[in-house]
């Protein structure tokens, strides 16, 4: 069994590279050439290495022919050693973060910067794989870049490295675990002004962009986990209103139909919908809606129990009785069961939701004949 690697899964990249915290979206200061000693480092040896990897970047991203089909720059980190701090300061600035403006300034040809990216990420893969000394500073960077502002690129790599292939490692999971909590802690505490009227346009892109990198890590892991949408469940709870609409954006409701396909995802999602914490109103409704509006016949039985789910809800957590909670699945109640009381308070609703209602209510009957019966319809 290998171990844990030792990680910060607060500030991954700070204590790697020994650096103050950055704040979110900003990037540090590479402005360290590599002098003087880390760590008690031989600092002959760091710079030569250091060397190695800055004259030689533009060659060391071709792949070896097969069947071989290494890259040059896998084998220097795979064989290397010893690999000092200033090596993994290098293939980041050099290769992950490779941009078309750092390489049109060193230049290289227009897609140059893609190849590097694509293979230093590849390095660090192979690092956690294979050298498991090493595994700790490779996973750091693989984590900062999960969640970070620099290019979206980086970000998707990362998140599939992370989410699709490296959690499936027992002695990995608890800490891409830790980092994804920490993300939903950060999604908790994103400063906004007490009203959504005071946001500019300047404000809502930086904070729609905060919300797409550290929710993306936890999307993918509930595709692993179906449990860990419980935790995006509570986060949601304590977030500022506004980011708590962006989250139920595209991103999530194509992971709350995945999971519905899924043989374990039927269960997890009507236990969730049915026992949400309190302030998870939305989101327990946009899972409601997502599924009854679907026509595939698959997810029949899911649409079900989440009709029971909604009508549990109205008679039995609601104290008011949010009727909220019915309008998704109307086409599906009875005649008797609209009547009297739900009437009444479908007509107290505002006047955009009240027309969704009876929208529902009139023109969704043909749907209802599948679960209901004919009759009942």
Same mark, same amino acid.
């Given at each position: 069994?290998?171990?844990?690697?030792?990680?910060?899964?607060?500030?991954?990249?700070?204590?790697?590279?020994?650096?103050?915290?950055?704040?979110?979206?900003?990037?540090?200061?590479?402005?360290?050439?590599?002098?003087?000693?880390?760590?008690?480092?031989?600092?002959?040896?760091?710079?030569?290495?250091?060397?190695?990897?800055?004259?030689?970047?533009?060659?060391?991203?071709?792949?070896?022919?097969?069947?071989?089909?290494?890259?040059?720059?896998?084998?220097?980190?795979?064989?290397?050693?010893?690999?000092?701090?200033?090596?993994?300061?290098?293939?980041?600035?050099?290769?992950?973060?490779?941009?078309?403006?750092?390489?049109?300034?060193?230049?290289?040809?227009?897609?140059?910067?893609?190849?590097?990216?694509?293979?230093?990420?590849?390095?660090?893969?192979?690092?956690?794989?294979?050298?498991?000394?090493?595994?700790?500073?490779?996973?750091?960077?693989?984590?900062?870049?999960?969640?970070?502002?620099? #290019?979206?690129?980086?970000?998707?790599?990362?998140?599939?490295?992370?989410?699709?292939?490296?959690?499936?490692?027992?002695?990995?999971?608890?800490?891409? @675990?830790?980092?994804?909590?920490?993300?939903?802690?950060?999604?908790?505490?994103?400063?906004?002004?007490?009203?959504?009227?005071?946001?500019?346009?300047?404000?809502?892109?930086?904070?729609?962009?905060?919300?797409?990198?550290?929710?993306?890590?936890?999307?993918?892991?509930?595709?692993?986990?179906?449990?860990?949408?419980?935790?995006?469940?509570?986060?949601?709870?304590?977030?500022?209103?506004?980011?708590?609409?962006?989250?139920?954006?595209?991103?999530f409701s194509q992971l709350i139909l995945n999971i519905a396909h899924k043989p374990e995802g039927h269960?997890? @999602?009507?236990?969730?919908?049915?026992?949400?914490?309190?302030?998870?109103?939305?989101?327990?409704?946009?899972?409601?809606?997502?599924?009854?509006?679907?026509?595939?016949?698959?997810?029949?039985?899911?649409?079900?129990?989440?009709?029971?789910?909604?009508?549990?809800?109205?008679?039995?957590?609601?104290?008011?009785?949010?009727?909220?909670?019915?309008?998704?699945?109307?086409?599906?109640?009875?005649?008797?069961?609209?009547?009297?009381?739900?009437?009444?308070? @479908?007509? #107290?609703?505002?006047?955009?939701?009240?027309?969704?209602?009876?929208?529902?209510?009139?023109?969704?009957?043909?749907?209802?004949?599948?679960?209901?019966?004919?009759?009942?319809?």
């Amino acid at each position: 069994e290998e171990p844990t690697p030792e990680v910060s899964v607060t500030d991954p990249i700070g204590w790697l590279f020994r650096h103050p915290r950055s704040t979110l979206g900003s990037e540090l200061d590479w402005s360290w050439t590599g002098e003087g000693d880390m760590e008690g480092e031989s600092t002959g040896y760091s710079k030569l290495l250091e060397k190695l990897l800055v004259v030689l970047s533009p060659k060391l991203s071709v792949r070896h022919p097969p069947p071989h089909g290494n890259t040059l720059l896998a084998d220097i980190f795979l064989e290397a050693p010893h690999l000092p701090l200033v090596a993994f300061q290098r293939l980041h600035f050099h290769f992950c973060m490779a941009s078309p403006a750092s390489e049109a300034a060193a230049g290289a040809s227009g897609g140059a910067w893609r190849d590097k990216m694509v293979v230093g990420m590849q390095c660090l893969e192979e690092l956690i794989g294979k050298r498991p000394a090493y595994a700790g500073k490779a996973l750091s960077l693989l984590l900062y870049y999960s969640s970070s502002a620099a #290019q979206s690129q980086i970000q998707s790599i990362a998140v599939r490295l992370l989410g699709n292939r490296l959690f499936d490692k027992p002695h990995l999971r608890p800490v891409i @675990l830790a980092y994804a909590h920490n993300n939903l802690q950060r999604l908790t505490e994103l400063k906004l002004p007490a009203s959504e009227a005071e946001m500019d346009e300047k404000l809502r892109k930086k904070i729609d962009g905060d919300v797409q990198r550290l929710i993306s890590l936890c999307l993918v892991l509930c595709m692993k986990d179906c449990g860990f949408l419980h935790h995006i469940f509570v986060a949601f709870t304590k977030c500022h209103y506004y980011v708590a609409k962006r989250i139920l954006f595209d991103p999530f409701s194509q992971l709350i139909l995945n999971i519905a396909h899924k043989p374990e995802g039927h269960q997890v @999602l009507v236990n969730l919908v049915a026992l949400h914490p309190a302030g998870a109103e939305l989101i327990a409704l946009k899972i409601i809606r997502l599924i009854v509006d679907e026509e595939d016949p698959a997810l029949r039985p899911l649409k079900t129990n989440l009709v029971k789910a909604a009508k549990y809800i109205y008679l039995t957590r609601s104290h008011e009785q949010d009727v909220r909670f019915l309008i998704p699945v109307l086409p599906y109640l009875t005649k008797d069961e609209v009547r009297g009381r739900v009437l009444d308070l @479908l007509t #107290q609703l505002p006047e955009s939701l009240m027309d969704t209602a009876f929208g529902r209510l009139l023109l969704g009957r043909s749907k209802a004949a599948d679960l209901l019966g004919p009759d009942g319809a």
